[in-house]
């Protein structure tokens, strides 16, 4: 009855991600040949974007899930054929009208409005009951309607597919209910019975299977991240190696030359072989230092780096990680020095709770408000009267706070659970204008 994906907005960057990624050290394959790799989970992921893809795009989306309205033609037909007079016909056509907006408007925005989403169904079901009471049994079709955007509403993971199914079972239910106080023929019955519970099911299984793709395009611009990452390694490992150790010959040699030379007579050639010399010699310098400036720029952290590695640390360690999906998303979308700031943060955080929490569980949180983003690392260990600031771990919260200084940020360190002094609390801010990478 609907074809609609809820929260597309949050999978739209992955598309230019997984094209603008490089393959693996060793590999010359550019965007061309990567879609070309992958040829089916390229449109995949376009379909996920922001491309108009019948059913998933902004426009689309709506004609998808309206269309099957159409339906309710002839419980309206019915309404101008009767003689109970004009306020009759009003109230009927009321109805129809909110049923329609309400019923389109949820299921085409139930990932990204989930609590006006919920409260939306219970509308449209109430209105599918006063419908059924006030003008009889053609109108008992609309529990199709609810049973649709009931699976489509609950089968988010925050209720998940059990609660889903319950809900349109209940809702058949209903149907069931409200055809038998209509009086409703048994062909007109089992002819909408069968919808009733079969679409709701089916669109359970369409949301699940919105929620896997999307999950997939994460991972994929996940992969696509590393992917460029491990390139930036390896040039970088070669920027160095190819070229610092011969810049480092050559200072070493004209530093040598000079000296031969100033044991030499003095003379214009030698005073202006010495200047050369000298010349060479600061330009090798200079030359090899901005290399070592380049390369550990090219080594400089990201939180979708990071949180990949806290997650291994912390599985290794035994410690149940809570991550955010923003950690990903929001990697690469705004200042890149901030960025490197609370991705040294988190893994300074994440080295805190493996070696000195003694907690069985890590959240981590990325939030955005008034212009500034903040990271917070929540643990269920011991809390803060384990952190002694005399330790090596309380250098390193000195450190997060030094860096977090130098980009106008600040550190805020407390208990989890203020109350009971249980667990502990780091909250790493930074300003942020967001641009495009």
Known sequence: MAIGVGGSGQTGQAGQASQSAR??????????????????????TGALGLRHVPGTGSAWRWF??????????????????????????????????AFSAIYVTIVCNSGNWPRQARWGLAVIAVLAALACVVYGSAWTPLWIYVSAATGMILAAPAYGRRTALRAVLAVTVCYVFFSWLTHAGAAQFWAVLLPVLLVGIAMIGFRMQIQLMQELTQARETVAKLAANEERLRLARDMHDLTGQSLSMITLKSDLAAKRLSRLPDSAERDAALGDLGDIGRVSRQTLQDIRE??????????????????????????????????????????????????????????????????????VRLTEHDGELSLEVTDDGGGPGHRDPETPKGAGLRGMSERLSAVGGRLSLGAADPGHGQGFRLIATVPVDRHDP
């Open 64 to 97: 998808f899930v309206g269309i099957w309205l159409i339906y309710l033609i002839q419980p309206v037909a019915e309404l101008f054929t009767s003689h109970n007079g004009a306020l009759w016909i009003a109230g009927g056509l009321a109805i129809t009208i």
């Open 294 to 363: 380049a390369v550990s720029g090219y080594r400089r952290p990201t939180l979708a780096i990071e949180v990949i590695t806290a997650r291994n640390a912390l599985d290794a360690a035994g410690i149940r990680f809570d991550d955010d999906p923003a950690l990903t998303l929001r990697s690469g979308t705004f200042d890149a020095d901030a960025e490197a700031v609370l991705a040294w943060c988190l893994r300074e955080a994440v080295t805190n709770v493996i070696r000195h929490s003694g907690a069985r569980s890590c959240r």
């Open 23 to 44: 393959p693996a050290a060793g590999q010359t394959a550019g965007p061309k040949t990567d879609q070309a790799r992958w040829p089916r989970t390229g449109l995949l």
